[in-house]
């Protein structure tokens, strides 16, 4: 699927075009069957400035990706940690997206812990999703840990 470019604000207030994007997006807020009828709603808002996203504000016109589904010892920040057990983790493929590290530096800087994140726009089409899984609460060696269940691939 070929995607077309979108235009985003950076953090020094020029506009920057997207790349094509391929990641890993959790979430706690949807329905599997929803998703997999309707895809990722653009349920969000409307600002397009990378910077205002990367530290939360609700009015973004974006969601985040990254690059690891689970499991990386918590040194960054991966989609299951977003979704949080019996949520969601999405992997998403190649949509429009904004390397936030590169866009909005200063205001990766100011997070407490790491994401490694690409933005990207938050509604995303049925055939953008390749498939999802649950995010299990799982103990190895008497450890608890975010793990993933069987993937579903969406059709």
Partial sequence: MATQTQLALAESGLQVASAPAYGFHGSDKYQQAAVIANGLPADGGTDLRLAEHVVGHAASAFRGTVGLPAGNGNLLMTAANWAGAGGLVFEIG??????????????????????????????????????????????????????????????
């Fill in 94 to 155: 190649w949509v429009s997206g904004w390397d936030t590290n590169v866009h909005a530096a200063r205001a990766v800087s100011t997070l407490n812990r790491k994401e490694a994140e690409t933005a990207i726009l938050r509604g995303v089409e049925v055939q953008a999703i390749k498939r999802l899984t649950t995010v299990q609460l799982k103990t190895r060696g008497g450890t608890q840990y975010l793990g993933l269940g069987s993937w579903i691939t969406v059709p």
